[in-house]
DNA sequence: CATGAATGAGCTTTCATTCAT
DNA sequence: GATGAATGAAAGCTCATTCAT
C-alpha cells in the first residue's frame, strides 16, 4: 500500500474510533470524512460499507479474542476455559456493539475478517472437542452454533436494561444449554 | 375515531401487509402512503414510526400467541407445554420478522402491545411457576427472561443459512439451559 | 405555492444571483444550498438542474426583452426597430452569458420559458413580416432562424478577446446577412 | 520521443476515435486509459487536457481544411472559392464537434495547432483579399472573423432540429452578410 | 383531522487530476 | 518517463419527517 494511502487509512480508523467513544455509533463515513480531512471518495475507496469499517475498528479485538481462544484451547480444563472464553468474549461483545456484529456476522467484506473468525472456530472446535471428552458438551454442536448462540445471548442481554446479574444467568443458562440433555 | 380514519388505517394497514407479502420488509412510510392513496401525514398520524405500524401489523398474531400462551399454561403437562409454547413462538418470530421485533423490543409504541405483552408475560410465568414445581426450570428466570432468550435464538438462527435442524437443536439448547444447573 | 416554498425559492434565487455577480458561473447547486440555508434537495425540487435555474434567473431580464421585442414589432420603421432589438438582444447575452444559453436553448425546463419565447417569436415574427414588406428581410427566414443566428453571432464575439468594434460589425454582417440575395 | 511513449501515444489516440466512433463524445481520460491499457498518468503526458487530446485527434482533418483552403485561394473565381470552402468546412465542423471545438478556440494546446490555424487564415486572407477584389467581401472582415463567424453559424445550426435546408441558408445568410453594405 | 408538498440530511457514485512508486 | 492507485470535489438521489394549508 502506498506511504499516504496507509496514512489516510489510519486517519480515518482514528477518527471514526474517537466518533465511537464520544458515543456516536452512526459511523457516518462522510462525517469520518470531513473529520479526517479526507474526501469521501477516499474512506469509500479503503472502506466500501460501514461493515468493512466495523471490521477493520474490531480487527485488534478480534486478534485479541483469538489469542484468547487458543490460550482456553490450551487449558488443563476444557470446561473452565469455555467458560472463560465465553465469559471473555461476550463482555466484549457487549461492550463494544460494532464487535458484537462483526463477530456474529455471515457475509463478511474482507478476507482477513473470515481468516480470524476461521482460526477462532478452529480453537473453539478443539476446545468443544476436548469439553464433549468430558461429557460437558453435546455433540450436535459445532463452533459456529456456539459462536452464533453467544450473540444470541448479548442480542438478549441488550434487549432491556442492562443488568449485570442477568448476564450472570444468561451465560450459565447458554453453559447448562450446550451440556447433553440429561 | 371518525369514519374515514378508520377507513384510511384499514388501508394503510391493508397496503403494508401487501408489500411485506410482495418481499418488501422496509416499510417505507412515503411509499404505503402513496399506494394507499392518503397523505404521508395521515400514516404518521396513525402511526408515528416504522415501530408503531409494526405493532399494529402484529396484532392480530400477537393476540393468538397469547392464547397459545394461555392454553399451555392451562396444560396438564407443564413442561410439554413450555416446550410446545417455545416451539410456537420461536416459529412465529423467524417466519416474521416484524413479529419478531415487536416481541423483543423494550419500547412499545401502542400501549394495546404492552398490554398483550403483559398477559403473554402473565401466562407465562403461571407456566414456568408450575414447570419449576416439576424441577423443570430453574429459580433465577422469569417470563421477561424467557422471552428475551427465544429472541436470542431467533437472532442466533436468523444469522446463518437458515437450516432447520438448527432450530431444534437451539430450541433444545434453550429449553436444557433453563433447567435448574446439576 | 406553500408560503415557505416560495420564500425558499426567492432565498435561492438570490444567492445564485450573489454568486454569479461574484463572478463564479458554475452555479454549483449544492454550493448555493449550503449558502442559502437550504437542503439540496429543495434546490434540487425547485430547480431540476443547472438550466432550469437559470431559467429562473433570466425570467426577469427575458420580460424585458419581450416588451422590448414587442416595441420594435409596433415601431413605425421596421428595419430600425429589427436592428435596435437585434442590438439590445445581443448586448443583453453577451452580458450575461446565462441569459444567452437560455435564449439559444431548444429543451426548455419551465413551461414558462416556452411560453415567454414564443412570445418572443411571435414579435419577432410580426417585424420580420413588415420588414420583408420593405424589402429588408428574405422570404426563407423565421424568428426562430433570427434568434438563433443571433446566439450564433453571440457565439461568435465570445471566442476572442472582446472587441466593441466587432459586435457592430458582425451585427452588422447579420442584419445584411438578412436582406433578400442581390 | 522514445519508442514505446509513441506507441503508447498511438494507441490512446486510437481508442479515443473507437470511442468517438461509438457515439461517446465525453473523451474520460480515464476511461480511455483503461481501454488503452495504460496508466492515466501516460494519457496525461501526452494530452494535459481533453482539448489537447482533441487537437490531436483533428490534426489529420484540419491539414485537409488546410489544403482545401489554399486550393479554394488558387481558384479562378474568388468568391465560388470562398462559398466552397465555407461549404466544406462548415460540414466537417457539423459533422464532427471536436474539429468544430479546436476551430473555434482561442486557446491552442499544442503549437501544432496554432501553426495550422496561422497557416489556414494565411490562405482565406488571400482568399478574401481577391474577393474584396471582386467587391464580394466587405473591408472590416478578416479571415479570423470569418472563422469565428462560420463557428457561429455551426452553433446556431447545432441549436435546433438537424434540418439541412436550414444549412444552406444559413451558408447564405453568412455570405451575403460578407459583401459589403449596399 | 387529513393532506401531501416540501424539507434536508445522508448516502453513494462519478470522474478529473495528482503524485508516490 | 511510465504507471495507476489514490484522491476529493461535486453531483444528484433516497427517504424519513415536518408543517403549511
Known sequence: ????????????????????AA?????????????????????YRHFPNRHALRE???????????????????????????????RFTLARALDDSGFASVLESANDAEAQTS??????DLAVAHLLDRARGLGAVRRDIEADDVRRLLCGVEHAL???????????????VLLEGLRPPR
Chains 1, 2, 3, 4 share one sequence.
Open 1 to 20: 500500500m502506498r506511504a499516504d494511502a496507509a496514512r489516510n487509512r489510519t486517519r480515518v480508523l482514528q477518527v471514526a474510533r474517537e466518533q465511537l
Open 23 to 43: 458515543g456516536d455509533d452512526s459511523l457516518q463515513l462522510n462525517a469520518i470524512a470531513r473529520l479526517a480531512g479526507v474526501g469521501v471518495g477516499t474512506v
Open 56 to 86: 477493520a475498528l474490531s480487527a485488534e479485538r478480534f486478534r485479541e479474542l483469538v489469542d484468547e481462544a487458543q490460550a482456553a484451547a490450551a487449558d488443563v480444563d476444557a470446561l473452565a476455559g469455555l467458560r472463560r472464553l465465553l
Open 115 to 120: 481468516a480470524l473468525k476461521a482460526e477462532l
Open 158 to 172: 441488550r434487549s432491556g436494561a442492562c443488568d449485570p446479574t442477568r448476564t450472570e444467568v444468561y451465560l450459565d
